[in-house]
């Protein structure tokens, strides 16, 4: 799979919007953008995936550069519950089972 | 409802003993995996069975071995545990042909070998 960057660690306030950014320079033109996150002392859950165009749901908004070499996953008011690591993951279309962590990007949320 | 389960939550043993970790999904999923989160925080991928068949197994010890009775359940079981054993592993399930195939991840199990 193709490899991505994200930074160690961000920190947020309460209530305020994050962004957390993305680069995968090498992605291929079949590769799904997927992020993860992992709540102290849990397992990952799903927070939101992309191809192209840019994505909303409950949880997140995925923005996805023209290029797609970067992405960047957008929490519009941080909550405390929000603090976890965020994975940013590659997965090719044809090739769904495997799922590559990095180091993901540890948001520290402030009250 | 808990959709993916392990047990157990917590596991401390000795060196050189086998064990074995349970999983359960009541996801009707046919796709289950499981994890290991060592000290450093890196979570890496073990083992995937796809309708209680092997479709990856990555560089892990024969020590190590994954057993799928049915589509529901894949439990792990470990020979001759070493220290560098000791990690959290999780487990987890998704659907084949999902466009999104998204993971369902329980909430794992800590292995702690003295």
């Known amino acids: 799979d193709a490899k991505t960057t994200q930074p160690n660690s961000m920190e947020s306030n309460e209530e305020e919007p994050v962004h957390l950014p993305c680069n995968h320079s090498?992605?291929?033109?079949?590769?799904?953008i997927h992020w993860y996150r992992q709540l102290p002392s849990q397992g990952p859950e799903y927070v939101i995936h992309?191809?192209?165009s840019n994505v909303n749901n409950r949880m997140a908004s995925l923005a996805i550069a023209e290029d797609r070499k970067s992405s960047t996953l957008i929490l519009h008011r941080a909550t405390l519950r929000d603090a976890a690591v965020y994975y940013c993951?590659?997965?090719?279309?044809?090739?769904?089972?495997?799922?590559?962590f990095g180091a993901g990007t540890r948001l520290t949320v402030k009250p | 409802d808990t959709a993916v389960s392990q047990t157990p939550k917590y596991l401390v043993t000795q060196m050189g003993n086998d064990k074995s970790i349970k999983c359960e999904q009541n996801l009707g999923h046919d796709t289950m995996y499981w994890y290991k989160q060592d000290s450093k925080k890196f979570l890496k991928i073990m083992f995937s069975y796809n309708n209680k068949e092997l479709i990856i197994n990555e560089t892990v010890p024969n020590r190590f071995s994954p057993k799928s009775p049915d589509k529901a359940h894949l439990n792990l079981h470990i020979n001759s545990l070493e220290l560098g054993d000791s990690a959290v592993y999780f487990c987890?399930?998704?659907?084949?042909?999902?466009?999104?195939?998204?993971?369902?991840f329980g909430p794992g199990t800590r292995l702690t070998v003295l």
């Open positions: 992309g191809l192209t």
């Open positions: 993951i590659l997965r090719d279309r044809g090739n769904n089972n495997d799922m590559r």
């Open positions: 090498t992605i291929s033109g079949t590769d799904y």
């Open positions: 987890a399930s998704s659907q084949a042909g999902d466009e999104t195939d998204t993971q369902y």
